[in-house]
């Protein structure tokens, strides 16, 4: 089998969907279920089609597009990742992991290569938590982490529930058969630009990941009292911003004490109420975001964290409540899996590193129901999910080429 990748197809069919997008170049916004969204999903569904494969999407919008193997009953092998972007994101997020498989699957065609296992590749739908403020929507149910009821009440920003807006985008089958039948896959495989700097920092160009560290996060409300600016004086106040900033460097301090690396804690969201410049703060909503690769040690991050918040309470004379609104396990990558990725990184006389993945990934869920791994790439000073993130063409092609080995090893 003489494998090659077609660099110059996938470094162009990356740029086109990257112009699938509502910002303005190069930054890259495609948030799920928007127009332009469904434009780029039908996009990349001619490209699969162009490549020979069946395509199906479920009654969430992950889409299947399958090449089938000599043993179409048995079960398949599976790689993929999404496409969808959060506001003012780079181009290379998720769709390193689509075009390359796509163009991994391509590779194996071309090389004459006839798959035992049928090769599917998986468009996740809704990776990102941008519109229903909760991550790997589609892979969450695929895998029965969460439930379809759950999922189609979920509400976006306009208060309009997943369930129809999916409706609107012509998805109307069932939620409850989105999750995959048991052995549905004997193995899955998501490539990823690694979203971090280590890969670059020690000039290796693959790597494979071991576990990937597991986030958990919360709602926090805060309800103080609002009131003039002028009038009320500093001490009858009970400023719900300023218990907020109390309160999130609290959580910095909750993750920076920890002597792990691997802990990290963020507020990204603090919405203000009423939100003018002459009125108190009298309402504060935050989301916290809370990983690490240890439950027991995130745990305890968690409960410092509520600690901090009961003692500000008290202190500032506010009510703060919380909200627990997903706290997933970390995952474990599949032996038999990374063993693929490491011969296939030999084979071709790619060097790599077993690492950890901190970001999570629709890989994260499917690791419930089969047997996966995540194989990364660097990508420059480790920015993502930003405009200027950046692949290097040939780490993009070295990826998609050890997948490629990788999904033909597990196929025979
Ligand atoms: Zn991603």
């Known amino acids: 089998m003489k494998l090659g990748i ?128 909760i991550g790997c929507l589609g892979s969450r149910l695929l895998s029965g982490t969460l439930s379809a009821d759950t999922a189609g009440r979920l509400r976006d920003r306009d208060g309009e529930s997943m369930d129809a807006v999916r409706r609107k985008a012509g998805l109307n089958g069932d939620l409850q058969d989105v999750k995959l039948p048991t052995g549905y896959y004997k193995g899955f495989v998501e490539l990823h630009i690694e979203q971090g700097p280590l890969l670059e920092r020690a000039q290796i160009s693959l790597g494979v990941v071991m576990s990937i560290a597991a986030p958990a996060s919360l709602r926090i409300s805060i309800e103080g009292a609002g009131g003039h600016a002028g009038s009320v004086l500093m001490p009858d106040r009970k400023d719900a911003l300023c218990a907020a900033a109390e309160l999130i460097l609290a959580v910095e301090n909750a993750a920076q004490s920890r002597a792990a690396a691997d802990t990290v804690a963020t507020v990204g969201v603090c919405d203000v109420f009423p939100g003018a410049v002459n009125s108190i703060p009298s309402r504060v909503r935050m989301t ?38 997903n706290a997933d396990a970390p995952a474990h990558c599949a032996p ?77």
């Open 6 to 133: 077609d660099q110059q197809r996938l470094l162009t069919e990356i740029e086109t969907l990257a112009a699938f997008s509502d910002a303005v170049p190069p930054a890259v916004t495609r948030i799920a279920f928007t127009p332009t969204d469904l434009k780029a999903r039908a996009w990349v569904i001619s490209r699969c089609e162009e490549a020979g494969l069946t395509v199906r999407q479920d009654a969430v919008g992950n889409t299947f597009a399958r090449w089938s193997g000599a043993a179409p009953g048995a079960p398949a092998v599976g790689t993929g990742s999404h496409i969808d972007a959060i506001p003012n994101a780079g181009k290379y997020d998720g769709v390193v992991g689509v075009l390359g498989g796509l163009e991994a699957i391509r590779a194996l065609q071309r090389s004459g290569f006839r798959p035992k296992n049928s090769i599917e590749l998986l468009v996740f739908a809704t990776e990102e938590p941008t519109r229903f403020g």
């Open 288 to 325: 916290l975001d809370i990983r690490d690769t240890d439950l027991t040690r995130r745990d305890g991050v968690m409960q410092t964290i509520e600690l901090a918040s009961q003692n500000t309470a008290a202190k500032r004379h506010v009510s703060i409540q919380s909200e627990l609104l």
């Open 336 to 412: 038999e899996v990374r063993t693929a990725l490491a011969d296939s990184c030999r084979k071709h006389g790619a060097g790599f590193l077993e690492m950890v993945s901190r970001a999570y990934h629709d890989s994260l869920f499917i690791s419930r129901i089969a047997p996966t791994g995540m194989l990364f790439i660097p990508c420059r000073n480790g920015y993502s999910h930003r405009p200027d993130e950046y692949a290097a063409p040939e780490d993009i092609t070295r990826g998609a080429l050890v997948l490629a080995e990788a999904l033909a090893k597990m196929s025979t």
